[in-house]
């Protein structure tokens, strides 16, 4: 008869590549974050402006047919912010374009819509949904001191911070990215042909450049914050506070000039002023990789302060990730 | 060889967390005993890699322990820190984390179910840990600390903080991981905790290591140490001066109350004495106790054979 071992064995199969367990963190941390009912509700409000954006590409692309239509087109895009950038790149066109016309500038009406959805809309709701995401991501393991059970698996600091990183990011990507890439493809079903992708086959392409721009330093930012405070309401309480700093410094150092502008009948572009804001910093940069900036300068010095930015987040987040084990 | 250590120390600044420990210790269950700010984490954290010694090294189950995760897929570690999110159920913590040890998620979920069963936690695992009693949470950090199936287990102050059932059953469950033929190494600043676990015991006070061995290893070590003994007799002033005349104690105070306080270096032949006088009913002895009944006493007069004042 035979004898079986019945006793302790340690476990002997497979195990998945350690290259994808921070994945594991992202998913769970997706998973937890998705139960806050305010998050759903974000999420469906961040698909509204899809629809709203839809309306002008509707327009664009039946007016070809239809003067009247391109009469509708112009009148909807005054009322869009930043409209000079447009009127800017497209010129003065008749009242009743020809369609080598259109031709010609659809990539430019096309450009101009996806970086005025994802620049408006998208990055204010960017701004909230981050702020409801990413605070109790690292706090919270600091305060419950969970990091203990964390580092001692096999997995590293490194790979726990990208797997915080893939949680903002995962939410950032469907407010920012994935409702801008969703309008291009309704822009293609919407316009007389599918050879509208030839001369529009970049704007993916830039909408995944601008995107990143975006996610990369606003995850590490909030990230820091998170890892900053053993409180994640402190956390969300830093990063709104950035934003609303931010916007007001600028506010008011363009305010001024601005107002001497307008006296003078002249019209004012703020250059340094731009560096004090994240939303205007993230907003030139991503003018600019849809084409639009009419100053490449303060588009690289932008670019560069990300960089910086980014830097220092990943720093500071790297740092206290270790902190505790240092102490 | 489960652990092998070689002159750690370890500092915080200017702190030490542990001071040159040289350690070896074979397969099996030990305790790991100290006061409280003993040492006994930062000695955990750095068995578990977690820190990095300062001088030294540390080899656990033959492997360094830092910055090694083929050692970490071997090892089960349940911190004394709570650690947990409370907005998920038991199941889904300890699938998550089986998860990082490297099983895809249906094999990490098995793995779950059969540590939260091992640990009698099946019927509530769906529940929020947020709605969980101290030792239901206690039971589920354990699961996540076994479910992997590690060969190693180590936990830092299990029983902390646990009511007298929830004790026993952890002692329950230790037992069985003990009888399955697992390592073990589990801290506590009770003696009794750890003495229903394991006879191998260590001693750590200061960061320091200041015995190692069996209960009667460590019996023997303190026999010969002064102490204090507190006897409550019907002669007491009879009683002193003939624990004087035959030089068994150091000195002798009687109480207001007539209770006999003695400091003695020779305690197993003042116990034998007493022993024998009641015996042949010269006296009547009505209470016999130690003063030393707390493990920081012990860990006192360790520290004095330590320092050569004993």
Not at chain 2, 183 to 211: C, D, K, N, P, Q
Request: hydrophobic residues 45%; aromatic residues 10%.
């Amino acid at each position: 008869m035979p004898i079986h071992d019945a006793g302790y064995r340690a476990w002997e199969g497979p195990r998945v590549s350690e290259w994808t367990r921070w994945l594991t963190i992202s998913s769970t941390g997706i998973r937890r974050a998705s139960k806050s009912t305010w998050l759903k509700r974000l999420l469906f409000v961040a698909l509204l402006p899809l629809l709203f954006f839809a309306i002008p590409f509707f327009l664009f692309e039946q007016s070809v047919r239809d003067p009247e239509i391109w009469r509708a087109f112009s009148g909807f895009t005054r009322g869009l912010p930043q409209a000079k950038q447009l009127r800017e790149a497209i010129g003065t066109l008749p009242s009743s374009p020809t369609p080598e016309q259109f031709d010609a500038i659809r990539h430019d009406v096309w450009s101009y819509l996806l970086l005025t959805l994802m620049r408006y809309p998208q990055a204010l709701l960017m701004v909230v949904v981050v702020g409801i995401v990413a605070p109790p991501l690292i706090s919270q393991d600091l305060r419950t001191r969970a990091y203990l059970i964390y580092f001692a698996r096999p997995i590293s600091r490194l790979e726990y911070i990208a797997g915080k990183i893939g949680v903002v990011a995962f939410y950032l990507l469907s407010i920012a990215t994935l409702p801008a890439l969703i309008l291009y493809v309704l822009a293609v079903m919407l316009s007389p042909s599918l050879e509208v992708i030839l001369s529009t086959w970049d704007l993916p392409l830039r909408i995944l450049v601008a995107s990143v721009c975006l996610i990369v330093p606003t995850t590490l930012v909030a990230l820091a914050f998170s890892s900053l405070t053993l409180e994640s309401r402190y956390a969300g309480f830093g990063w709104f506070a950035m934003w609303i700093i931010g916007h007001v410094t600028y506010s008011s150092l363009i305010a001024w000039p601005s107002f001497e502008a307008a006296r003078r009948r002249e019209t004012f572009e703020p250059t340094w002023q731009v560096l004090t804001s994240p939303y205007q910093v993230l907003g030139a940069v991503q003018s600019y990789v849809f084409g639009f900036d009419s100053d490449p300068s303060i588009a690289l010095r932008s670019f560069l302060l990300l960089i910086a930015v980014s830097a220092i987040s990943l720093a500071i987040l790297f740092r206290r990730v270790t902190a505790p084990m240092r102490v | 060889m489960l652990l092998d250590l070689q002159n750690v120390t370890r500092l915080y600044g200017t702190v030490i967390g542990v001071n040159d420990i040289t350690l070896s210790l074979a397969n099996g269950a030990h305790g790991l005993l100290g006061p409280n700010g003993a040492g006994k984490t930062t000695l955990l954290n750095l068995i578990t890699g977690q820190l990095s010694p300062t001088i030294g090294t540390v080899y656990v189950l033959g492997e360094p322990a830092r910055s090694s995760p083929k050692l970490l897929q071997r090892l089960g570690y349940l911190p004394g820190s709570e650690g947990m999110y409370a907005d998920v159920s038991a199941i889904e913590w300890v699938t998550y984390l089986t998860r990082l040890q490297g099983f895809d998620t249906s094999q990490a979920k098995r793995l779950a179910l059969q540590a939260l069963e091992r640990v009698s936690l099946t019927e509530h695992m769906h529940r929020k840990i947020s709605t969980y009693s101290r030792g239901m949470r206690q039971r589920t950090r354990l699961a996540q600390a076994i479910a992997h199936e590690p060969e190693f287990l180590i936990l830092d102050e299990p029983f902390s903080g646990l009511d007298p059932i929830a004790r026993h059953t952890m002692t329950t469950l230790l037992q069985q991981w003990i009888a399955d033929g697992q390592s073990l190494l589990v801290s506590s600043h009770v003696l009794h905790e750890i003495e229903s676990l394991t006879r191998s015991f260590l001693l750590l006070s200061g960061g320091r290591l200041l015995a190692s061995g069996s209960t009667d290893d460590i019996n023997t070590l303190l026999t010969n140490v002064p102490s204090e003994l507190r006897v409550r007799v019907d002669a007491p002033r009879q009683l002193a001066a003939e624990l004087i005349c035959e030089a068994l104690v150091d000195s002798v105070h009687i109480a207001d109350d007539g209770e006999l306080l003695m400091k003695t270096a020779a305690s197993t032949e003042l116990g034998k004495f007493l022993s024998r006088a009641v015996a042949e009913n010269r006296y009547l002895v009505s209470a016999v106790r130690a003063s030393e009944d707390s493990l920081q006493d012990v860990f006192n007069s360790l520290m004095k054979i330590h320092r050569g004042t004993a």
